[in-house]
């Protein structure tokens, strides 16, 4: 089956450690997403990539840092410098038509708490 | 840069009752659309979408969307709420630049 696997689906970080969320699709999609999700604000975007071995940041871009060594992996890590990481992280890919008429897919999720 | 709202915050509706969400976007030319769907600890489920041509969209799950050009809406509706549509509902703009903005969502409880 094609899709969007992440891993873990929980992930506990102690103070001061640097911790990486995994992220695999076999969708051969172009472009991958991270989003950070906490109660009552939506989806705010962390990093993004459309390209192997190039991303942007996104809105929210401090204290986290991404790879694209490969098509189908985009994984991001949350810094000791991340005061706040507790929440609910969602990986997404999609292709890239022209004319912008792409449609994001969305991954499983993996909840980061903070011991 | 485009916004989105979503002025409900939470909807209590009965089973077998009709459910419109409200969704109001900011952006100058024509938008893409899209509402998403996510159960507790889960990710996002693609309701519908709207790119261009009719304004009247049809999604999984017995849910239709509006386009209204004027008003600056999309907002999902379904006719007959099942219990399995409690869940917390996205809405979605895009600008064409393969970057997405999120409402806060609006989560939908369904009564007995």
């Known amino acids: 089956d094609g899709g969007i696997t992440q891993s873990p689906k929980y992930l506990f970080r102690k103070e001061g450690q640097n911790v990486t969320l995994s992220c695999e699709q076999n969708?051969?999609?172009?472009?991958m997403y991270w989003y950070r999700q906490d109660p009552g604000q939506g989806l705010r975007l962390i990093y993004y990539?459309?390209?192997?071995?190039?991303?942007q940041k996104g809105d929210i871009a401090e204290g986290y840092s991404v790879s694209r060594e490969k098509k189908e992996s985009f994984p991001l890590t949350v810094t000791s410098a991340q005061k706040n990481p507790t929440a609910f992280y969602l990986c997404?890919?999609?292709?890239?038509?022209?004319?912008?008429?792409?449609?994001?897919?969305f991954g499983p999720g993996t909840r980061l708490l903070v011991l | 840069a485009q916004s989105v709202t979503q002025p409900d915050i939470h909807i209590t509706v009965s089973e077998g009752a009709s459910l419109e969400l409200r969704c109001n976007y900011s952006?100058?030319?024509?938008?893409?659309l899209f509402w998403y769907v996510q159960s507790p600890g889960q990710g996002l489920q693609l309701l519908l979408k709207?790119?261009?041509?009719?304004?009247l969209v049809q999604g999984i799950k017995g849910f239709e969307a509006e386009f209204k050009r004027s008003q600056s809406s999309f907002n999902l509706r379904k006719p007959s709420v099942h219990w399995s549509d409690a869940a917390e509902y996205f809405c979605?703009?895009?600008?064409?630049?393969?970057?997405?903005?999120f409402g806060a969502g609006t989560t939908v409880t369904v009564r007995a």
């Open positions: 709207y790119f261009s041509g009719d304004t």
């Open positions: 952006y100058g030319a024509t938008p893409y």
């Open positions: 979605a703009v895009g600008a064409g630049d393969y970057k997405l903005s």
């Open positions: 969708l051969n999609h172009d472009a």
């Open positions: 997404a890919s999609t292709n890239l038509p022209r004319g912008g008429e792409e449609t994001q897919y």
């Open positions: 990539s459309q390209i192997v071995n190039d991303f």
